[in-house]
T-cell receptor, first 111, second 118 residues
Framework: LAKTTQPISMDSYEGQEVNITCSHN???????ITWYQQFPSQGPRFIIQ???TKVTNEVASLFIPADRKSSTLSLPRVSLSDTAVYYC????????????FGTGTRLLVSP | DAGVTQSPTHLIKTRGQQVTLRCSPK?????VSWYQQALGQGPQFIFQ???????QRGNFPDRFSGHQFPNYSSELNVNALLLGDSALYLC?????????????????FGPGTRLTVL
């Protein structure tokens, strides 16, 4: 499975847009890019998934360039409740997929 | 729908003891995966169960074993506990029904069981 690299931590303020970039140079042709969010002492929660170009849902946007060697999770107008660890994963999208987590990006949103 | 549930929420054991953790998958899901998350680290895949058999296994010793029941619920057993087994143990469920191109078979995680080994 492709390995990912993302910043260890990021700081932001309420109301700002936050962009977290993830590198995945060895992504395979059939790999998808998925982002999970995790609050302390809780299980990870799916945020968004994409294969190429741009994907948007009610929570976030995911930008994927044509070479797919990186991706950017965009959180619009963050609030204090967005303080969490964000994980970027690459791999298949079947129910059998073994998820490979890195150390994630710790986002701290301040007032 | 209760989502993925795990029990117990917290557990304290001593070295050498054995522990059993339980997971009930989200309604409609037939696959259960277990992950170990040490403090400050991302979850690490232990193994996955489908049709009551272990389908995939991560890099964990045989002290870690599991079981899946006909109702899709699952247990994780750890024998001969070590201090290093202290972690948050997460269960994730998913469906093997393949959806259309561009769809995603999301894995839903439970709240986890916090195991402390003294």
């Amino acid at each position: 499975l492709a390995k990912t690299t993302q910043p260890i931590s990021m700081d932001s303020y309420e109301g700002q847009e936050v962009n977290i970039t993830c590198s995945h140079n060895n992504i395979a042709t059939n790999d998808y890019i998925t982002w999970y969010q995790q609050f302390p002492s809780q299980g990870p929660r799916f945020i968004i998934q994409g294969y190429k170009t741009k994907v948007t849902n009610e929570v976030a946007s995911l930008f994927i360039p044509a070479d797919r060697k990186s991706s950017t999770l965009s959180l619009p107008r963050v609030s204090l409740s967005d303080t969490a660890v964000y994980y970027c994963l690459v791999g298949g999208n079947t129910g059998f997929q073994k998820l490979v987590f890195g150390t994630g990006t710790r986002l701290l949103v301040s007032p | 729908d209760a989502g993925v549930t795990q029990s117990p929420t917290h557990l304290i054991k001593t070295r050498g003891q054995q522990v059993t953790l339980r997971c009930s998958p989200k309604s409609g899901h037939d696959t259960v995966s277990w992950y170990q998350q040490a403090l400050g680290q991302g979850p690490q895949f232990i193994f996955q169960y489908y049709e009551e058999e272990e389908r995939q296994r991560g890099n964990f010793p045989d002290r870690f074993s599991g079981h899946q029941f006909p109702n899709y619920s699952s247990e994780l057993n750890v024998n001969a506990l070590l201090l290093g087994d202290s972690a948050l143990y997460l269960c994730a469920s998913s469906s093997t029904i393949t959806r259309g191109q561009g769809s995603y078979n999301e894995q839903f995680f439970g709240p986890g069981t916090r195991l402390t080994v003294l």
